[in-house]
């Protein structure tokens, strides 16, 4: 499937309207839509958010650098099992596209 904003610049400012209880808001509406989250490893259906350090109305974000685009990178929500640590991510501009479509930002 091709996504029309592959690669496209962003502006690294949407995602600071993502507030950890937004961020909450949208893994509910996936979970709602397409089943609670197991982990693939232990099985748990728990997981953490962890929020940012920099500010805890938000949650953290890491960015995954792009190595031919010195300073681009893709940025990720990161969710982590409860039980065993293994982690998920969530594209930040897809979360933001998301909130946005369901008129929460």
Do not use: Y
């Amino acid at each position: 499937m091709h996504d029309k904003n592959a690669g496209q610049m962003r502006d690294p400012k949407e995602i600071t309207k993502i507030t950890f209880d937004l961020f909450k808001l949208f893994l509910q509406e996936i979970e709602r839509e397409h089943g609670e989250s197991e982990c693939l490893f232990c099985h748990s259906k728990t997981w953490h958010v962890h929020k940012s350090p920099r500010d805890p109305n938000n949650p953290n974000v890491v960015t995954f650098p792009m190595p031919f685009s010195p300073g681009v990178g893709m940025w990720a929500f990161p969710i982590a099992c409860a039980s065993c640590g293994d982690m998920k991510f969530f594209e930040a501009s897809k979360v933001f596209d998301f909130l946005k479509a369901k008129g929460k930002i």
